[in-house]
């Protein structure tokens, strides 16, 4: 697996957001398993699992890091991937995020979208992880939530909120 694009967001006095971009070069092995761990300087580590399919990119995020001491940089460690060849066409397992809007209130920062199972496959859990954008492509603001339950072709949509206004989100 290969470890990118990682990212300690600061959101409130000793609150933090983590990010990190995982991307699966090969497009016949998946990981069922993906036993990670974040460090965060000041603050200690973070264990987490995850999963990633044959050819996928996605973000690993973590909200809500709470601490009483300064946190100065943090990284994502992967820990053992438990590896398992999958035997489907590349491209088979297809997770499309149809429609997506972020809004900003008085109260907060809201995404809400829509995922569509364009596979045969059904998914007892899927990650979604929504990560924000400015204008010159930094991550400004990351969340997360969980589907469960995605049937083949059907669609499910979710909604994740933020205590504050994100300014400068240009894309999703």
């Known amino acids: 697996l290969q470890v990118s694009e990682e990212k300690l967001l600061k959101i409130g006095s000793g609150d933090y957001d983590f990010v990190a971009k995982i991307a699966n070069p090969n497009v016949s092995y998946g990981a069922s398993e993906?036993?990670?761990?974040?460090?965060?300087?000041?603050?200690g580590t973070r264990q987490g699992i995850t999963y990633i399919l044959p050819g996928q990119t996605k973000y690993v995020v973590l909200t809500s890091l709470r601490t009483d001491s300064e946190v100065s940089s943090a990284g994502l460690k992967i820990n053992s991937v438990q590896w398992e060849k999958l035997d489907m066409p590349s491209g088979e397992v297809n997770l499309i995020n149809r429609r997506g809007d972020f809004l900003n209130t008085p109260s907060g920062g809201s995404f809400e979208g829509v995922v569509f199972n364009d596979s045969n496959y059904d998914f007892?859990?899927?990650?979604?992880?929504?990560?924000?954008?400015?204008?010159?492509?930094?991550?400004?603001?990351?969340?997360?939530?969980?589907?469960?339950?995605?049937?083949?072709?059907?669609?499910?949509?979710?909604?994740?909120?933020?205590?504050?206004q994100i300014e400068s989100v240009a894309r999703t």
Not at 34 to 43: E, F, H, K, M
Not at 126 to 135: A, N, P, R
């Open 124 to 164: 007892d859990s899927v990650e979604v992880s929504v990560v924000l954008f400015d204008s010159f492509s930094n991550i400004v603001g990351v969340n997360r939530t969980e589907i469960r339950t995605l049937l083949a072709k059907t669609e499910r949509s979710y909604k994740v909120t933020w205590p504050s």
């Open 34 to 43: 993906v036993a990670y761990s974040v460090g965060l300087a000041g603050l």
